[in-house]
């Protein structure tokens, strides 16, 4: 915890939240029994709590979460971290604007990536909560190797990650916006995959509107 | 004085020569070092005995102890470790067994038991709720295990639990085993490295216990409410799986495809009479009858068998290849009355197997003779030829006696070139898995402290594609490759150590950071996995003093000759050879050993465990 300042959210909180988070995520279909997870930064600090490894998602309790550094030591709690630990540490290194992460199975937005088809900007929502969104080629989950390659592609900013062949990485400033990020994919592939099943290629908002947008939240 | 949680927190020290009783309290310090199990009996052996003595002296000091998740509701914690100076090694010794007699022993107030010295007259020894009892064993002498169990059960009542050795622990055949359990469908058997044969050597023929004591878990809820969690996940793994149906013989057919599955004494990659000893096999032939399961276990991988007039545990995969594909049989019959031989006798199936078939090699290339063998014709295949080998082992009788000793000691007195024949390790006979087929075993068999042992490191899961993320091994190395082996098999060495101090069996795959978990909320003693894996390289580096002391040195951390220069010429494995070489420099480097195999002095000091070592070895100065 940060040593000064008004603390806005305690740790105890931080954990209900990210439960919250990680239930709603099953209960929307973003992620399966025992997939996904999610984690959280501990303000001002160099660890982070995250969902724990191998136990049903749909009622993960805060007394299951794991407190890890970034170098993946246990610091607080019993049960398994996430195996996907190394992604999450590798993005809070190099992301000091990041402060929550998570990771869903999104089947529409993999679905539409396998095919081929890139997330356009086909609502306000599109490019306001995703703003950037890169794909990141395939590499076993929880491996080093792919902690390496989200480290590079967060890197580049960008608030939205789809992991060919895995599924998504969704990164916020809290809890509710990665929340938000995740859920906003999905929404966008449905719609951009509804229309493409009618036979028809999606207008997009206009490219003025979309640079304005890109402008005002200081997106490269 | 702590109040334990897990853990007994007293060690009941014997010294059978002055048939005194000493218990002591766990010491706190050593368990926050030392943990349990394995770990803690090694270091209660380095304290306590000189490591350079015979074995067979009254001075080998022989140690069962169980580990802090012992008889807990943590799934498969039935078990115990046995250790001691090896007649096999003459190194580092140890055995594991599983059942329900480790749990009886902490009910009956005990974590361990130090049994120091040699009876003048065969004693057993009856514990029960904190009370100890030296009692005589001369009614027992002769009898086979089954024969031993049910006659203290006649004397101490028929709920007790028996650790015993058989006939091949009284005649000192240097691969007997501990056995516990035994009635009606076991054993459950500590059968490596001659256990058996030292509590043999302190006329020691059982352990009799029962108890009605506790064992305290800090925080039991929440315990509960975790494995009911994370156990779905667990028991689905495929491995976890086929052992539920069929036991470790499920796993024949995917071993013999690898090319792992020895035959012919490790000589052939191919075979058709495997398809005859499958586990299927056993079930369609009404050999294998039903599932059994040890303490608190959800996957009942004991099997139990029933074959002309032979009842009890069928034979494990280890005991059909040793037993069987090695020497060239393949009738289950005669696999499981060989394997219920070795049950009544009390000896370990893998050094019996191997012994046998370096015998019949050496025969067949005209190294052994009749006049060696008293007039036995050895050759492959020859089922009664077997069961009479293992008959006269057992009885050490003829030529039994000198198979008895294991094939390192028979082939250096035979001579004439038989050493090349003998598949074992630093004394320790060969398990069945050939290195040819997953070099990473290779060197697990090289440098592991009892010798050629498969089961410190486990390395063909690695090999056959298995992640480990909790120890950050997330390759997954091709298993004819020998790059990058050495930093993956010193790591499941290390962790296996952390597992055999729990004590846990190694067929729950319960991941390493779940496994720190459930240790921390059992003991209320706060551990994560770096911090078990250094309790783990303690140990392994203790063992290793252990075994420099005795001699051993780089030049033994080695592999038969057949592995390392004779390629198979045929099967999954077909034209490969280990690399050892390259695998033991990254080893060394990892382990922080000098190049003649020696840990240097810093590793020591950041284990602390200079003065121990310095203990067992005085030369590190």
């Known amino acids: 915890m940060a040593e000064e300042g008004f603390e806005l959210v305690s740790e105890e909180e931080l954990k209900e939240e990210i439960c919250r988070v990680m239930k709603a995520l099953y209960q929307r279909g973003l992620v399966s029994a025992l997939g996904g997870n999610v984690s959280a930064r501990v303000p001002g600090s160099k660890e982070f709590w995250i969902t724990p490894s191998g136990v049903f998602k749909g009622a993960v309790e805060p007394d299951d979460l794991v407190k890890l550094d970034l170098e993946g030591n246990v610091v607080d709690g019993f049960l398994r971290p996430s195996i996907e630990w190394p992604m999450h540490a590798a993005i809070y290194k190099v992301r000091p604007d990041v402060n929550a992460v998570v990771h869903a199975h999104n089947p529409f937005t993999l679905g539409l990536a396998l095919a081929g088809y890139t997330l356009k900007p086909i609502s306000v929502e599109a490019v306001m909560v995703l703003r950037r969104v890169e794909v990141v080629p395939f590499a076993f989950p929880g491996t080093d190797e792919l902690a390496k390659l989200i480290e590079k592609y967060a890197a580049t900013g960008a608030r939205a990650l789809i992991l060919q062949n895995h599924g998504i990485v969704a990164m916020g400033a809290n809890l509710v916006e990665a929340e938000a990020v995740a859920e906003t994919l999905e929404e966008v592939a449905i719609a951009q995959y509804v229309a493409l099943s009618l036979g028809k290629e999606p207008p997009t908002i206009p490219e003025r509107d979309v640079e304005l947008y890109m402008k005002l939240y200081k997106i490269q | ?621």
């Open chain 2, 1 to 621: 004085m702590p109040e334990w949680f897990g853990y007994i927190g007293r060690i009941l020290y014997v010294d059978l020569t002055h048939e005194k009783f000493e218990v002591r309290e766990l010491d706190e310090k050593d368990v926050d070092m030392f943990v349990g199990g394995i770990v803690l009996a090694t270091k209660i052996i380095a304290e306590e005995m000189d490591p350079r003595v015979d074995p067979f002296s009254p001075d080998n000091v022989l140690v069962f102890m169980t580990g802090p998740l012992t008889g807990t509701i943590v799934p498969c914690t039935g078990r115990y470790v046995v250790a001691a100076k090896s007649p096999l090694t003459l190194g580092w010794g140890e055995a594991h067994a599983s059942g329900f007699w480790a749990v009886e022993l902490k009910k009956a107030g005990f974590d361990g038991i130090v049994v120091k010295g040699r009876a003048s007259n065969p004693v057993y020894l009856w514990i029960h709720d904190g009370e100890v009892e030296i009692r005589d064993a001369s009614k027992l002498l002769g009898l086979t295990l089954p024969e031993t169990e049910l006659k203290i059960k006649e004397e101490l009542g028929k709920d007790v639990r028996v650790a015993a050795i058989g006939p091949a622990g009284e005649k000192l055949v240097r691969y007997a085993a501990i056995a516990n359990d035994i009635t009606p469908d076991g054993p459950r058997v500590a059968g490596r490295t001659g256990m058996g044969a030292v509590m043999g050597s302190k006329n020691l023929k059982a352990i009799a216990v029962k108890g009605s004591g506790q064992i305290k878990i800090k925080d039991a809820k929440r315990v509960r409410s975790v494995l009911k969690r994370i156990l779905p996940l667990v028991l689905s793994y495929p491995t976890t799986q086929i052992h539920a149906v069929y036991g470790t013989p499920g796993e024949i057919e995917e071993f013999y495809e690898y090319g792992d599955m020895p035959i012919k004494n490790f000589s052939l990659g191919e075979w058709d009479g495997i398809k005859n000893i499958t586990a299927k096999r056993f079930k369609e032939l009404g050999i294998v009858k039903e599932h059994r399961a040890c303490w608190a276990c959800p996957i009942h991988c004991w099997k139990y068998a029933e074959a002309g007039g032979a009842k009890g545990r069928a034979p494990e995969y280890e005991t059909i290849a040793a037993l069987g594909s090695l020497l060239m049989i393949d009738d289950p019959f005669y696999i499981e009355k060989a394997n219920h031989l070795c049950n009544l006798y009390g000896m370990d199936t893998i050094s019996a197997g191997v012994t046998i078939a370096w015998a019949i090699e050496c025969f067949e290339r005209g190294l052994i003779t009749k006049e060696d063998t008293g007039g036995l014709e050895l050759r492959w295949g020859d089922p009664d030829l077997a069961l009479k080998l293992i008959e006269m082992i057992g009885k050490r009788e003829g030529f039994g006696k000198l198979l008895g000793e294991g094939c390192m000691r028979a082939s250096q007195v035979i001579g004439r070139g038989t050493e090349r024949y003998c598949m074992h390790v630093k004394g320790l006979e060969m398990p069945m898995h050939d290195p040819r087929a997953f070099k990473g075993m290779g060197l697990q068999y090289a440098t592991s402290n009892r010798g050629a042992c498969h089961l410190q490191g486990l390395v063909f899961r690695i090999e056959q594609g298995q992640r480990v993320h909790d120890l950050r091994i997330y390759e997954r190395p091709d298993r004819f490759d020998y790059k990058g082996k050495g930093r993956i098999v010193a790591t499941m060495q290390l962790w296996h150590e952390v597992v055999e101090s729990m004590v846990i069996c190694k067929f729950i795959d319960i991941p390493p950071a779940h496994l720190a978990g459930l240790y921390s909320m059992v003991t209320g003693r706060r551990r994560n996995v770096q911090q078990l894996l250094q309790v783990g390289k303690r140990i392994f580096t203790l063992k290793r003093v252990f075994n420099v002391a005795n001699g051993v040195r780089r030049k033994d951390d080695t592999l038969p000759e057949r592995f390392l220069k004779e390629p198979l010429k045929e099967g999954g494995a077909k034209g490969q050879v280990v690399e050892l070489e390259p695998m033991l420099k990254e080893y060394y480097e990892f382990m922080g050993w000098d190049e003649d195999g020696v840990p240097k002095k810093e590793v020591f000091q950041e284990l602390g465990i200079l003065e121990l070592a310095k203990k067992l070895y005085p030369e590190l100065g």
